[in-house]
């Protein structure tokens, strides 16, 4: 009798685990609005200029990823996919791996996309950029908020062209939020 019901129970939790779990892997997301996207760089022409600071996620100053979140948190998105769960806080590689859709090709980057790097090739993305646009010449134009990029001292949040793209390790992505 003991043994039924100390299996009945552990059932009982494995069934209560693998719902828990199964909700937790299904977020439904979409990709951001163009009217969303219009926001988001508004307001990195305010913050033009914001310092980089290493872990910074609000206005007194950002990093790299920082800066993104902070744009998606003003735009309503507080919370962030993570191994399967929603956090209020992720990392650039976090961000590629579960908070956007892959883009294979530079030619598909639209405005509001996101380019990640592998600054010391150890297969983690440290560095994110904000796509906005290819001009005529091929430059690359960026916003990021970044301390000593391409050797230029910035520390700061900035509107850039990249450069060397191709000397590096690299990944698009186009944003997906939580569809509310």
């Not at 996207?37 to 022409?45: A, N, R, T, Y």
């Not at 206005?59 to 998105?77: A, I």
């Not at 904000?130 to 050797?151: L, R």
């Not at 900035?158 to 191709?166: G, M, Q, T, V």
Request: hydrophobic residues 40%; contains cysteine.
């Amino acid at each position: 009798m003991r043994k039924t019901y100390i299996l009945t129970k552990l059932a009982l939790f494995i069934v209560i685990l693998l719902i828990f779990t199964s909700l937790s892997l299904a977020f439904p997301t979409r990709e951001l609005s163009k009217s969303e996207i219009d926001k988001m760089f508004s307001e990195l022409k305010r913050l033009k200029g914001l310092p980089y600071v290493w872990g910074g996620i609000d206005s007194t100053g950002l990093d790299c990823s920082g800066l993104v979140l902070y744009l998606l948190k003003l735009l309503g998105h507080e919370r962030f996919i993570y191994q399967g769960f929603l956090v209020y806080d992720v990392t650039a590689d976090n961000l590629y791996k579960y908070n956007t859709k892959p883009i294979s090709d530079l030619k598909d980057l639209k405005k509001g996309d996101l380019i990640f790097i592998d600054t010391n090739e150890d297969t983690v993305y440290d560095h994110v950029m904000i796509f906005e646009k290819i001009d005529g010449y091929g430059n690359i134009w960026v916003w990021d908020a970044a301390e000593m990029p391409d050797g230029i001292h910035q520390n700061k949040v900035d509107r850039r062209p990249i450069s060397l793209l191709s000397l590096r390790k690299y990944v698009f992505g186009r944003i997906v939020v939580l569809n509310k």
